[in-house]
């Protein structure tokens, strides 16, 4: 056991650059969360098909996915912030041009449907798949000190999960009560407050590499990394599954809207559900840091996790469903920080980038694919049992991993 040395809960907090860091990912967190509720109301009220929700996810999650091992050599070979600069001012045009379907509705949708949207979501999707290893290997750079790493993860992650916890809520009132203008609107204005953050922030150069090589080299062996570290990989792949499987999200505007018979304003209530478990949770990670036995409280975790998306999909009581949504974050919060802590941890510097880009396919698109995965059951047999099927699912998932990793089973976390 380590000794009793006073833990510093705010100690990454106290960096100038981490400060603008963290405001900047809620920034663009904030922006994201709040677009994805109105994409998600806009395009079922125009199509009334669950499987279009789950278009939605395709659409981000493909060109995410075809780019993201380019993108993670990339993020080895070019200055981080000069990447999430650029990828963030492609966000920012994109929220502009939907706004601009808003103003020009009666002409645009009205004409193609929701096709233009699922446009624009492709191309974010891009620009998400360049921004996701490039941010991942960034903030490292911040912090330096690796005792620290831990710790600037929960807070990365708490303030990534305070913002889905805002996000969605204020999407789902600004929607409801000052219409979709105001609400993309103020979603194109998050996101250039990011990218303003972002700017300020000093610039850091590349860490040093070790092993130079060329890009197919270099992404082979970023790849060759993650799948001859058993503990990396059964983390990444439990939580790609678990995910894939488990997400109830994209299919929130069928129960809001047909199960439980509420509004937008609801819909966004539901979808800040799971960020007040997650932050709750990472609060108390925070003050009190997961070492011992951490592989096993994060299997445990993602079973739980499966659990309350079975008995979310049984439910019909809105208050029921939301005290289960959160109860999952609380799972998931665990299962997060204790994964990305791990990766940054065994990972060296110089590969942050690739590696990322593999956990990025596995886990940054699980969510878009799970999406996908959701409206495409709930065609097939209904919305509740394809619910109910994805948390039994991931208990399955659960199960197979616990046995086969062995290692993942006996993690303990450095709490140095």
């Avoid at 609400?183 to 990218?195: F, G, H, I, K, Q």
């Avoid at 036995?293 to 049984?314: E, H």
């Avoid at 998932?397 to 140095?416: Q, S």
Wanted: with cysteine; hydrophobic share 55%; aromatic share 10%.
């Amino acid at each position: 056991m380590s000794s009793k040395r006073t833990h510093d809960p705010y100690a990454v907090l106290r960096i100038p650059d981490f400060r603008l860091y963290v405001s900047a990912r809620l920034c663009i967190t904030l922006a994201m969360q709040i677009q994805a509720v109105i994409v998600g109301w806009q395009i079922y009220d125009i199509t009334k098909d669950p499987l279009s929700l789950g278009l939605i996810g395709l659409a981000e999650a493909l060109p995410s996915i075809i780019v993201s091992l380019y993108a993670g050599y990339i993020a080895d070979v070019v200055e981080r912030k000069k990447i999430i600069v650029s990828v963030i001012s492609v966000l920012m045009l994109c929220s502009a041009v939907l706004l601009y379907f808003t103003l020009d509705i009666s002409q645009v949708l009205s004409t193609s449907g929701a096709w233009p949207i699922y446009g624009v979501i492709f191309v974010s999707g891009i620009a998400r798949g360049f921004m996701g290893p490039a941010v991942f290997s960034f903030m490292p750079q911040l912090v330096a000190n690796k005792a620290l790493y831990s710790n600037a993860i929960t807070w990365s992650t708490t303030t990534w999960q305070a913002a889905s916890l805002a996000g969605p809520a204020m999407g789902g009132l600004i929607y409801g009560f000052y219409g979709i203008t105001a609400a993309y609107v103020t979603d194109a204005t998050l996101v250039a407050l990011s990218l303003v953050a972002f700017s300020f922030i000093g610039n850091k150069p590349l860490p040093e590499n070790a092993d130079p090589q060329n890009m197919i080299d270099s992404l082979r062996s970023g790849i060759k990394f993650v799948f001859s570290n058993q503990i990396i990989l059964s983390a990444i792949s439990l939580d790609l599954f678990a995910v894939l499987f488990g997400g109830a999200v994209a299919l929130l505007p069928v129960f809001a809207s047909d199960i439980l018979d509420m509004g937008p304003q609801a819909l966004g209530f539901m979808r800040a559900a799971p960020a007040v478990g997650f932050v709750l949770m990472a609060i108390v990670m925070a003050y009190r840091p997961i070492s011992v036995n951490a592989g096993k409280k994060m299997l445990w975790c993602v079973a739980g996790f499966g659990v309350c998306i079975v008995l979310f999909g049984l439910s019909r009581n809105f208050w029921l469903s939301m005290g289960l949504l959160a109860l999952s974050g609380a799972f998931d919060s665990i299962s997060v920080i204790i994964r990305s802590t791990l990766i940054h941890t065994l990972t060296p510097e110089y590969m942050k980038g690739r590696v990322s880009s593999v956990n990025n396919i596995f886990v940054g698109s699980s969510n878009e694919i799970g999406a996908f995965e959701s409206g495409f059951t709930a065609r097939l047999m209904g919305t509740v049992p394809a619910v109910v099927f994805g948390g039994v699912m991931t208990l399955v998932v659960v199960g197979v991993t616990a046995f086969k990793a062995d290692k993942l089973r006996a993690l303990d976390l450095d709490p140095a």
